[in-house]
Each structure stands twice: as C-alpha cells, then as structure tokens.
C-alpha cells in the first residue's frame, strides 16, 4: 500500500479526532464525547515514532487508536467503525478468542492480559479495569506502532506502550518511573480496512512486575 492522502482514505483509519467527531447516533459510554486532547499532547511528548501521514505505518496505528477508543467508549460494538462486528475475534500470547461484546464488556484491559500472578482479569470489571490502570498512569498508558513487518490484509506490526508509573497499584507505591512494554500484533483486515481479528504477542508477566516493584503500603 503506497502512501495515501488522509482525505481518501475510509474514516475508521483517518485520525482518532476526525472518527469521535463523525459520532451521529452514537451511543457513548458517558452520554459524550471522550476528550484526547490532553493524551494527545502526552503523545507529542513521549512517541519516539513519527510516521508520515498516509503510510501503511500511519493507517494501521490510526486504525489500532480507532479500535481502542471504541472499545473504551462506545457501548456498542455494532457501531465500533474499525471492525467487523460479528466476525471480530481478539486474543493475547495464544490465550482465549473474545468476540467484540466480550471485549466491550469486560474491557481491554482484561482481554489484553488475562489472569497472572498479579493481575487476575476474571476478578475484575471494566469499570474496575479502568480505575486501576488509571490510577497506576494519571497522564495514560499510552500506544504507539513502531513498525509494520507485513501486510495488508494481514498486517503484522511491532508497537510500545509507555506511561509514568506515578500513581498506585493495586495498593504498590510508584516508582515515578517511565514503564514500557514492547509487542507484536497481527491484524487480520477485510479490503476496506477493518479488522476482523486481532492477535497480541508481550510478556505480560514482565509489565505487571514492573508496577509490583514498589514497596506495598501498610494498613
């Protein structure tokens, strides 16, 4: 795929902005819109990535931003633009495939790294999800694709996610520490670009290490 003017390109792979705007009849988990400008500005800040606008790089982390922004915020996989609702299937390291309502209500979070020694998701909900992961990074846990290995319409691409361990976990003190963690996905796309599944490759053990470091605070 050669690079591509934004403005030809189907709105679920265009910025994340230009997708919440284009939101008629959706239904939003907070009855509005979800703000990034703050996060946006963190971006700026933190990504070691600029890819040019068009790119196979670009659309494929446009599309994965769209994914995850729908999945937080709007209620309604029928109305997630960026995949195909009754097809979608994703999984991590080989775990357990969650259709798009699974993911929708229990969370991301949950779908990404399943039970470990100290995160177990089955005992969580997405609101609970949300808050510990929240609490953990107050500026976001933010994502960013570092490169694509192959693709369409099977993409397979390399990404980062960093944040500022500043606040709490799971009663664990911050470190004040920047915590990354690196991984593999493969994106398995219709022609029009949306995904039909998604396959996450970390060590999810190893970032849940990280945040478990920290001293345990005392009752």
């Not at 189907?10 to 994340?16: A, D, I, T, Y």
């Not at 949300?130 to 960013?144: K, M, S, T």
Request: glycine share 8%; net charge negative; aromatic share 12%.
């Amino acid at each position: 795929m050669s690079n591509t003017q934004s403005t030809e390109l189907p709105l679920w792979v265009q910025q994340r902005d230009t997708v919440i705007a284009n939101d008629a009849g959706v239904e939003w988990r907070e009855g509005k819109r979800p703000d990034y400008a703050e996060t946006n500005e963190f971006l700026k800040e933190g990504s070691k990535f600029n890819h040019p606008e068009g790119s196979l790089e670009a659309i494929a982390q446009n599309l994965v931003r769209t994914f995850e922004m729908e999945a937080s915020y709007k209620a309604n996989p029928e109305q997630w633009l960026s995949i195909v609702a009754d097809q979608f299937r994703m999984s991590t390291n080989g775990g357990p495939k969650y259709n798009a309502q699974t993911v929708a209500d229990v969370g991301t979070y949950n779908v990404f790294l399943g039970d470990t020694e100290h995160y177990r998701s089955t005992e969580e909900s997405f609101e609970s999800s949300i808050e510990i992961f929240h609490n953990a990074f107050p500026n976001g846990f933010l994502w960013e694709l570092m490169e694509v290995l192959s693709g369409p319409p099977n993409v397979t691409f390399k990404w980062r996610h960093w944040g500022t361990f500043s606040g709490s976990f799971k009663g664990h003190e911050p470190t004040g520490e920047t915590i990354e963690v690196f991984g593999i996905s493969i994106a398995r796309l219709t022609e029009d670009l949306k995904i039909v599944s998604l396959e996450h490759f970390f060590d999810n053990s190893l970032f849940l290490k990280q945040l478990t470091s920290g001293c345990p605070f005392h009752s």
